[in-house]
């Protein structure tokens, strides 16, 4: 692991900065990446009031070191770049170093980190941008981050939030996703101290679809596996029986991240109409395996619309797949009798 250092100005100028801390979910969203950029296998995540009073991330990854733990929390700071010209390479989900610095400067945050090789972690606390405590504890490997009282210091901000119900909804639909993205790790995920989902990350996506979606959804799906020209996909899609109302169903990974892409949209919307009523959006939960440079991470942090350099070829692969699995089953409407 390379060390934390702040960014030279010019790569500053050159990655696209925004501002990424909105509500409880885009924090931990940014807990959670860290957590998977350290490299953990197991995270687990607990909310209280919707995140707004308490969110604790923790994880049994590679843990911070002592004297670098306040040098995470400057801006610009990371372990992940050292140049612009690392984003071509780029393996980690973060690389921007806002993430902790922004964090901290709007909420009361505490991190409890040890690395694999050192004999004591580091209990560090900040509060409103502010160091308040470093001292030496007794701790796992790994690194545990607690958010508390989010935008106690900007009322401005605090009051853009929803109902601590709302916000909860927001976190849950993004665990909901990162179950379904990275299967090989073990989430668990608690609201109010109550247990909402467990993965048991053993690499199996039908196991993690049945946590999230149940049987009934389950057990309408085809397995499918495609490769052509450096684009491989794999997953389920659902057959036409299970289909909504909404695109809430439509699940993809584009190199473990989960992206909106309007090419997609219509490749699976077009390979699914001959089987389809209008405005019925099918399952799908695809994972995309494109070379490193065929996706551009450099876009605004917020923004998941993914833009692929090679848009026909992503179309095709997608329609071709979805066509071929859709077309080897006899695919007879279900006659539903009114009451
Ligand atoms: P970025 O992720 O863009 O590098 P962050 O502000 O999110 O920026 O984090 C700053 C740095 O702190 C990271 O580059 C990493 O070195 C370290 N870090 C943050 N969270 C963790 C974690 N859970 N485990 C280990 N290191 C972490
Ligand atoms: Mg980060």
């Known amino acids: 692991m390379r060390k934390i250092a702040v960014l030279d100005q010019n790569t500053i100028d050159k990655i696209a900065a925004g501002e990424v801390v909105e509500r409880p979910a885009s924090v931990v969203k940014e ?3 860290n957590a998977i950029d350290a490299g953990a296998t197991a995270i687990t995540v607990e909310i209280k009031e919707g995140g707004i009073a308490f969110i604790r ?5 590679g843990g911070i070191e002592k004297e670098q ?7 610009h700071a990371t372990s992940k770049i050292e140049r612009v010209e690392d984003l071509l390479q780029i393996s980690s989900l973060g690389f921007r170093g806002e993430a902790l610095s922004s964090i901290s400067a709007v909420s009361q945050m505490e991190v409890i980190t040890k690395t694999g090789d050192a004999l004591t972690g580091v209990r560090y606390v900040i509060e409103g941008g502010r160091e308040k405590l470093f001292e030496e504890v007794g701790a796992p490997n790994g690194t545990t981050m607690l958010v508390r009282n989010l935008f106690f210091n900007t009322p401005a901000r605090a009051k853009f939030l ?3 119900m709302t916000e909860a909804g927001y976190v849950s639909g993004y665990m909901e996703q990162l179950a379904l993205s990275h299967q090989d790790i073990s989430f668990k995920y608690m609201v109010n101290g109550q247990t909402k989902l467990h993965t048991s990350g053993n690499s199996n996506l039908k196991d993690v679809i049945y946590g999230i979606y149940g049987r009934d959804i389950t057990r309408e799906l085809l397995p499918v596996s495609f490769e052509r020209l450096g ?10 029986v299970i289909a909504r109302g909404n695109r809430n169903f439509e699940n993809y990974y584009i190199n473990g991240r989960y992206v909106k892409s309007k090419i997609l949209m219509k ?3 077009e390979a699914y109409k001959p089987y389809m009523m209008q405005h019925k959006y099918p399952f799908v939960c695809l994972h995309y395996e494109i070379q490193g440079e065929e996706i ?3 876009v605004h942090p917020t923004k998941m619309e993914v833009r692929f350099q090679n848009q026909g070829a992503v179309y095709n692969a997608t329609y071709d797949m979805i066509t071929e699995a859709l077309s080897k089953r006899e695919m007879i409407p279900e006659v539903k009798l009114e009451k």
């Open 231 to 240: 684009i491989s996909i794999e997953g389920f899609i659902g057959k036409p």
């Open 162 to 164: 929803k109902t601590a």
């Open 69 to 75: 733990v306040p040098l995470a929390f400057l801006r």
């Open 296 to 298: 551009d991470v450099n």
């Open 267 to 269: 490749a699976i919307e």
């Open 57 to 61: 991330v923790t994880d049994n990854g």
């Open 31 to 33: 807990l959670v990446e």
